[in-house]
């Protein structure tokens, strides 16, 4: 029997070895997306209790919060705003003075190289908590009445509020509603308002997780009733999410995304392989706080699960990592 000039495991010898033979290039702070909370009403930040070292921002701290994710290398943010008045149609999100427009005005004048991107979806805007604008089914005699979002409705005003973060200077947005022409309808209104360099970032294979949990928290946007089944995916799909970022690549996307992360790294593969096109993967709230819990207990070591959490979600494809754990990750690698 032959064997090849270097046998496999001579190349796990050391650790220069083993990085000459590394197949997927580091992880680097260039590569990550923090997520930024920023409440209206609050005069200091305000720790969120389910995501330890994470915190909701007023706006008078959101220009040096900025300046410090930018400082470590990190090239973006997404914003979550969180407003104090919410109704049954999410009017704050499209004011043009609301929370998040001026978190984006703020952050371009102080760090104008810091990408910003800014979520587009009604689930902090609204009374009732859902992703929509919420329709009542027909009662029956048998039944209690049934609700539903409205999707033709609710893509309206998704639009509205793209033009609104485009107007208060965004440079991405990311629609994350889920619902179906989101993208076409958000394009077609950002050119019409002669916004068309602004480059959307779809959240095109969101899955109905029970990982978003503490993320209910931080953006205090918990469904009053229900759930999201009925426009996020089935976690049991992995064609539909190929389906869906080939619709929103056809309405225009300039970077599709997987969300979770951590489950759904074969997704991310698939995706990648399949479409080549850029995309983005979101670690979300569930994934980090879970992490954080087992790190503060003694039962992992944090820095060495993170980096070879955000080292698999890299080798599966992602281009872009939205992660909570951006701000340490780019000081781990310094060390």
């Not at 800014?118 to 049934?146: F, L, R």
């Amino acid at each position: 029997m032959s064997y090849p000039k270097i046998r496999m495991r001579d190349r796990r010898k050391d650790e220069a070895t083993r990085k000459r033979f590394r197949e997927t290039a580091q992880v680097s702070a260039s590569d990550l997306i923090m997520p930024v909370f920023v409440k209206e009403g609050i005069v200091k930040r305000k720790e969120i209790k389910s995501m330890p070292g994470i915190y909701q921002f007023p706006l008078r701290e959101v220009a040096v919060e900025a300046r410090k994710i930018y400082d470590l290398g990190i090239p973006a943010v997404i914003l979550f705003g969180i407003p104090k008045y919410k109704d049954e149609i999410g009017s704050s999100a499209y004011d043009d003075n609301g929370i998040t427009q001026e978190a984006i005005r703020i952050i371009k004048k102080k760090v104008p190289m810091l990408t910003v991107i800014a979520d587009v979806c009604m689930c902090e805007y609204v009374s009732h908590g859902h992703c929509g604008v919420i329709k009542k089914k027909p009662e029956t005699s048998n039944q209690k009445p049934e609700f539903d979002v409205d999707n033709d409705e609710t893509i309206k005003i998704l639009a509205k509020i793209a033009v609104s973060y485009a107007k208060a200077g965004v440079d991405v947005v990311a629609p994350s509603a889920m619902m179906d022409g989101q993208v076409k309808a958000i394009k077609g209104a950002l050119v019409k308002n002669n916004f068309p360099k602004i480059k959307i970032m779809s959240y095109s294979s969101k899955y109905a997780s029970s990982f978003y949990g503490p993320f209910r928290d931080a953006a205090e946007s918990p469904p009053q009733f229900g759930d999201r089944k009925t426009y996020q995916m089935d976690y049991y799909n992995s064609d539909e999410a190929v389906l869906e970022a080939k619709l929103d690549i056809g309405e225009g996307a300039d970077m599709v995304m997987v969300k979770p992360a951590l489950g759904y790294q074969d997704i991310i593969y698939r995706l990648k392989k399949e479409l080549k096109f850029p995309l983005a993967c979101y670690s979300v709230s569930g994934e980090y706080s879970m992490i954080k819990a087992a790190a503060c207990a003694g039962w992992l070591d944090e820095k060495k699960v993170v980096l070879e959490m955000l080292t698999g979600f890299k080798r599966a494809g992602a281009d872009k990592i939205i992660t909570y754990y951006a701000k340490a990750a780019a000081k781990w690698f310094k060390t």
